[in-house]
C-alpha cells in the first residue's frame, strides 16, 4: 500500500498563476483533508471531506478550491496564487471522522513569487 | 471556537535529560491525539487518549490527559537524539475536523 500520495513535491509559481494539487489515498477511507504548515502556526485546515460527495470549509479556505474527484482522491486548486500562499501543504486522510488516527502524505512545498 | 495550546513552542535538551510538553484545550475534548514530524517530514501519528486521567506509555515516551479532558502533556524520558522533530498535539472541533497545537520543536545537544 502506498498510503496517502501527493504531487508534486515541489512547484514554484507566479503570482496570479494557477494549479491543483493532487491527493490520492489507497487505504479505502471516507475522509480527506488538505492542510496548510507555516512556521510556528502547525496544521491548518483548508478543507475537508467527511466522505465521497461532500467537502466542507476548515479555518483558511480563502482563495482555495477542492473537489473529492472518488473516494480516493482529493484535489487541491489554487485559483490565482499569491504569495501568502507559500506554504507546505498536506493532505490526510482517515477512516471516518475526528475519532480516528490520520494519515499524512509527504507534502507539496509550494513558493509564489 | 475551540482552540488547542501546547508549551513550549521550542524545547532544547541535552541528550539524556527528560522534558515535558503541554497541551491545553479552551474545551472539554472527546480524546485527544499526538503526532510527530521528522524535519523535512510529515506528520505521523503516535496515540490516542480517551478516557479522562488516562496515561499510555510506549517506551520512553509517557501520554497523559487530564481529569477534565481540557490538557494533556508528553513526557519523554533519557531524551535521544532520534527523538528530535516537532509534536502536535490535535483534539476535535468537530465530528471530522481536528484542532492541531502549534506544536512542540525539540532539538538535541548530544
Known amino acids: 500500500n502506498a498510503g496517502v500520495t501527493q504531487t508534486p513535491k515541489f512547484q514554484v509559481l507566479k503570482t496570479g498563476q494557477s494549479m491543483t494539487l493532487q491527493c490520492a489515498q489507497d487505504?479505502?477511507?471516507?475522509?480527506m483533508y488538505w492542510y496548510r504548515q507555516d512556521p510556528g502556526m502547525g496544521l491548518r485546515l483548508i478543507y475537508y471531506s467527511a466522505s465521497e460527495g461532500t467537502t466542507d470549509k476548515g479555518e483558511v479556505p480563502n482563495g482555495y478550491n477542492v473537489s473529492r474527484l472518488n473516494k480516493r482522491e482529493f484535489s487541491l486548486r489554487l485559483e490565482s496564487a499569491a504569495p501568502s500562499q507559500t506554504s507546505v501543504y498536506f493532505c490526510?486522510?482517515?477512516?471516518?471522522?475526528?475519532?480516528?488516527?490520520?494519515?499524512f502524505g509527504p507534502g507539496t512545498r509550494l513558493t509564489v513569487t | 471556537g475551540q482552540q488547542v495550546m501546547q508549551i513550549p513552542q521550542y524545547q532544547h535538551v541535552q541528550e539524556g535529560e527528560d522534558f515535558t510538553t503541554y497541551c491545553n484545550s479552551s474545551t472539554t475534548l472527546s480524546n485527544i491525539q499526538w503526532y510527530k514530524q521528522r524535519p523535512g517530514g510529515h506528520p505521523v501519528f503516535l496515540i490516542q487518549l480517551v478516557k479522562s486521567g488516562e496515561v499510555k506509555k510506549q517506551k520512553r515516551l509517557t501520554f497523559q490527559f487530564g481529569e477534565a479532558k481540557k490538557n494533556s502533556s508528553l513526557h519523554i524520558t533519557a531524551t535521544q537524539t532520534t527523538d528530535v522533530g516537532t509534536y502536535f498535539c490535535?483534539?476535535?472541533?468537530?465530528?471530522?475536523?481536528?484542532?492541531f497545537g502549534a506544536g512542540t520543536t525539540v532539538t538535541v545537544r548530544a
Open positions: 490535535a483534539g476535535p472541533s468537530n465530528d471530522y475536523k481536528l484542532s
Open positions: 490526510a486522510s482517515n477512516l471516518d471522522g475526528a475519532t480516528y488516527e490520520q494519515y
Open positions: 487505504m479505502n477511507h471516507n475522509s
